[in-house]
């Protein structure tokens, strides 16, 4: 690395160092405080709904161990405070535990994103050890046939189960994460009790996004306008109830929305997440807009570097880039245009008003494919896999 504000070292950082360096290089670049390592692309589970690209990486091109501890340093010593272990799934790495050591050691707070399925006690506890300080465990529904279903994946829910207790009886804060769609809305209820019943500290609801894997789920994915104002009822009657016992972040679909939402916070604004082979990206499905160039932790720039020149962050950073309705909207500072990957993949040019803005000549197009999608016959879904998706097979009801 070039650049002797983001020099990655192997060495801890002790606290008077990492507090030195966030005063100075975090500040003028404006680090995010937050970073989402995707160690791998790797996953035992196949949502349709997942958020990693269609052309996955692939293992042998993976950050070597010593590469990611170098990434830590090196966020660390740029004044990150915390990292996001995610996936794919992490803990088909076998040097989790040894990252998760390390992330401690140059003093970043450490949440782990997990489907679960591959943690025991014994790791779980080992991971705890490490310094380990938080979990996210994705649920795909709140019975095991349907989930496990959506996951691909059998026995599934009854691990996650597990995996839930356990981290709590570790004493780890938990959140639980639930991936909304149509198939599985009508369990909300159901799910947020489950969150309830495993003592989480906090529960995620999230309508799918579309793009990538839902993308070409989306027709069995997409929910009907009336089960997402039931969803909205139920999320508000159970944030008031829960008040004190279980925080609900709740992301509504943008297909129905009136304005976008503030896509990471703004392009290159508050956000970057690492790819397992060591690109690093405005967001995790930045990859899908084609004709940009997203430069690697492995070249010769530091991360820092990256993130405050690189073409592709500032091609679509702050306002100066915006086309009307954008660029004399009073919106533009709040929203930011909303998403540059949903631009794209539904206007084949990330430069244009997310079409999820009613002020998209577009809006009205993405309303009527969402109502008709909604009501339509597809409901078997083409699971994620490195083979480029495998259709589910014609065993279930459909809905
Ligand atoms: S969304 Fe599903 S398939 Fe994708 S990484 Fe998460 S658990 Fe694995
Ligand atoms: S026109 Fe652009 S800035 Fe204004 S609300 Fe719509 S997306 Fe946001």
């Given at each position: ?364 197009r993405i309303f009527r494919t969402a109502e008709a999608e909604a009501s339509g016959e597809v409901s078997r879904f083409v699971y994620r896999n490195f083979k480029g998706g495998t259709p589910e097979a014609d065993t279930h009801d459909d809905a």
């Open positions: 690395m070039s650049e002797a504000a983001g020099t990655p070292t192997d060495t801890p950082i002790d606290s008077l160092a990492v507090l030195e360096a966030r005063g100075t290089t975090a500040e003028a670049f404006g680090i995010p405080l937050a970073v989402l390592a995707e160690l791998t692309h790797r996953c035992p589970l196949q949502c349709p709904y997942c958020s990693n690209p269609l052309e996955l990486e692939r293992a042998r091109d993976e950050l070597t161990t010593d590469e990611w501890k170098r990434v830590l340093g090196e966020l660390a010593g740029i004044g990150v405070l915390q990292i996001h272990f995610s996936g794919g799934e992490p803990a088909v790495r076998k040097d989790l535990t040894e990252l998760v050591r390390h992330a401690t050691d140059v003093g970043l707070y450490s949440n782990l994103i997990t489907s679960a399925v591959l943690l025991t006690r014994g790791r779980l506890r080992a991971l705890a050890d490490a310094g380990l300080c938080h979990v996210q465990i994705s649920f795909q529904g709140s019975d095991a046939a349907s989930a496990d279903r959506v996951a691909g994946f059998r026995n599934a829910h009854a691990q996650k189960l597990d995996v839930a207790r356990w981290v709590r009886e570790l004493d780890l804060p938990l959140t639980v994460n639930a991936v909304m769609h149509r198939q599985n809305l009508h369990q909300l209820p159901d799910i947020i009790q489950m969150a309830v019943d495993l003592d989480a500290d906090r529960l995620e609801i999230a309508n799918v996004q579309y793009y990538g894997w839902a993308l070409k789920n989306r027709a069995a994915l997409m929910p009907t306008l009336a089960q997402i104002e039931d969803a909205t009822r139920i999320v508000e009657e159970a944030q008031a109830r829960l008040k004190g016992t279980l925080a609900i972040d709740y992301v509504v679909p943008d297909y129905y929305a009136l304005r976008p939402k503030k896509c990471m916070g703004g392009w290159g604004r508050q956000f970057f997440n690492i790819s397992p082979t060591g690109k690093i990206l405005p967001c995790h499905a930045a990859e899908t807009i084609t004709g940009l160039h997203f430069e690697s932790m492995r070249g010769n720039r530091s991360i820092a570097s990256i993130w405050r020149t690189s073409d592709a962050f500032n091609r679509y950073r702050g306002t100066g880039w915006m086309p009307e309705p954008c660029a004399s909207c009073d919106y533009r500072e709040i929203d930011f245009g909303g998403c540059r990957c949903q631009a794209f993949a539904l206007t084949g040019n990330a430069a244009n008003t997310d079409p999820a803005c009613t002020l998209s000549p577009l809006h009205e």
